[in-house]
């Protein structure tokens, strides 16, 4: 080596390992827009009534305790998912965020040429951290905006380690009943595992739709992850699980860092499972709008998809009065929604259900933006 390259490597800094650069850097739902001071921010799927009294009275008093470690363990959230889940309290791995489950998981199964399946629309943390395992990323079509058994099937090789299915889906609102889950279960070899994300259970009414915590029970390839940051409220404290069988469980706790959910988190998670009053209110809030929401919209026109989620995904057809056009119109109004043209739905745009005032400001911004 000359001292001329030398000197350029050291100006150039360390390398990426292959593959991180190609990883399209995420960008969240926008929380901000020029000159308006209280934006509404319907963009990320948060809780409309924030977090519940419970939870909040338990974050506060866990400031007395900020000093200490968390319990690495998660010992007193762990026996509180066991008990109102009614699962097996050493299967279950904490995260901050379910994000990071995924991320634990993807980093504990995969090594490179590996690859993961989803759906063509499927929820992008799944993929960046596949990605980040030098794994690829096998995307099964979506045509009616819904993630299909036979397609996800198709894409699954000998190079597939694992297949990860949002139910409900994030960002099309769309759901599998259970009897898709169950045969898209049954048609996997035990040595692919298959990652039911469940973030959005708790807003579902669909009568097919079933939880996978009854199918994970005996299976040795199955895991079910749930999070505090929809239902709860807790997105800022960044709480999640995943029910696992034992072996992954272990698996994963080798690799996890020791202290990855803080103190509050733990505390405010715990109390917030136990607060059925708060947890009815924010699923009542949705079952109503979700509802009225939809069917406003589409009185204006604009497609919107069924949604089994605390939000609804519009489609604006239209060349005109297309979702960028759209979206201008919203932010002008004060109103911030969900671009997703980074999961290839440019003319799309998803709209958290808010509070009823905030409910009736985008009923009303769309109308005018429809008439114009
Ligand atoms: C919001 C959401 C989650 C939750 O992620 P956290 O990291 O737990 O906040 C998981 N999956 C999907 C599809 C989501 O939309």
Same mark, same amino acid.
């Given at each position: !080596?000359?001292?001329?390259?030398?000197a350029?490597?050291a100006l150039r800094?360390?390398?990426?390992?292959?593959?991180?650069l190609?990883?399209a850097?995420?960008?969240?739902?926008k929380?901000?827009?020029a000159g308006?001071?209280?934006? !509404?921010?319907?963009?990320?799927?948060?809780?409309a009534?924030?977090a519940?009294e419970?939870a909040?009275e338990?974050?506060?008093?866990?400031?007395?305790n900020?000093?200490?470690y968390?319990d690495?363990?998660?010992?007193?959230l762990?026996a509180?998912?066991?008990e109102?889940h009614e699962?097996e309290p050493?299967?279950?791995?904490?995260?901050?965020?379910?994000?990071?489950v995924?991320?634990?998981?993807? @980093?504990?199964?995969?090594?490179?040429?590996d690859n993961i399946?989803?759906?063509q629309?499927g929820?992008?943390?799944?993929?960046i951290? +596949?990605?980040?395992n @030098?794994?690829?990323?096998k995307l099964?079509?979506e045509?009616g905006?819904?993630a299909?058994?036979? =397609?996800? %099937?198709e @894409?699954?090789?000998?190079?597939?380690?694992?297949?990860?299915?949002?139910?409900?889906?994030?960002?099309?609102?769309?759901?599998?009943?259970?009897?898709?889950i169950?045969?898209?279960? =049954?048609a996997l070899?035990s040595s692919i595992l298959l990652?039911?994300?469940?973030?959005?259970?708790?807003?579902? /009414?669909e009568p097919?739709?079933?939880?996978a915590?009854?199918l994970?029970?005996?299976a =040795?390839?199955?895991?079910?992850?749930?999070t505090?940051?929809?239902?709860?409220?807790l997105?800022?404290?960044?709480?999640?699980?995943?029910?696992?069988?034992?072996a992954v469980?272990?698996?994963v706790?080798?690799?996890r860092?020791?202290?990855?959910?803080s103190v509050p988190g733990?505390?405010?998670?715990t109390?917030?499972?136990?607060?059925?009053?708060?947890?009815?209110?924010s699923r009542?809030?949705?079952q109503t709008w979700?509802?009225?929401?939809?069917q406003?919209?589409?009185?204006?026109?604009f497609?919107? !998809?069924p949604? +089994?989620?605390?939000?609804?995904m /519009?489609r604006?057809?239209?060349? =005109?009065?297309?979702?960028?056009? +759209?979206?201008?119109?919203?932010?002008?109004?004060g109103?911030?929604?969900?671009?997703?043209?980074?999961y290839?739905l440019?003319?799309? %745009?998803?709209?958290?259900?808010?509070?009823e005032d905030?409910n009736?400001?985008?009923?009303?911004? %769309?109308?005018?933006?429809?008439a114009r």
């Open positions: !080596m000359t001292d001329d390259t030398t350029a490597s800094g360390p390398i990426a390992k292959p593959g991180i190609d990883i850097p995420y960008v969240g739902g929380s901000a827009i308006i001071t209280e934006p !509404m921010k319907l963009s990320s799927n948060e809780n009534l924030g519940g419970k909040r338990a974050y506060a008093a866990a400031m007395a900020i000093h200490l968390p690495g363990r998660a010992t007193k762990r509180a998912v066991a109102h699962l050493e299967r279950l791995i904490f995260g901050n965020g379910s994000d990071e995924f991320a634990l998981l993807n @980093q504990t199964y995969l090594t490179a040429g399946v989803t759906g629309y929820f992008l943390a799944y993929r951290s +596949a990605k980040a @030098q794994a690829e990323v099964a079509p045509p905006y819904k299909e058994v036979d =397609a996800l %099937l @894409q699954v090789d000998e190079r597939t380690r694992f297949v990860y299915v949002s139910n409900p889906s994030n960002p099309t609102g769309s759901y599998n009943s259970g009897e898709e169950r045969r898209l279960h =049954a070899p990652v039911v994300d469940e973030a959005y259970a708790e807003f579902v /009414v097919d739709w079933e939880t915590f009854p994970a029970r005996d =040795a390839n199955l895991v079910v992850t749930r505090f940051s929809k239902i709860h409220g997105g800022g404290l960044r709480i999640g699980f995943g029910y696992a069988p034992l469980a272990e698996a706790d080798r690799i860092l020791p202290f990855n959910v733990l505390e405010a998670a109390a917030a499972l136990g607060d059925e009053a708060h947890q009815k209110a009542d809030l949705v979700r509802p009225r929401l939809t406003a919209i589409r009185g204006f026109g497609e919107v !998809m949604s +089994a989620g605390n939000f609804v /519009v604006f057809p239209d060349e =005109a009065r297309n979702a960028t056009a +759209a979206n201008d119109y919203l932010n002008g109004k109103i911030i929604v969900r671009a997703v043209g980074g290839g440019p003319d799309c %745009l998803r709209i958290t259900i808010g509070t905030q009736r400001a985008v009923i009303d911004a %769309l109308s005018e933006f429809a």
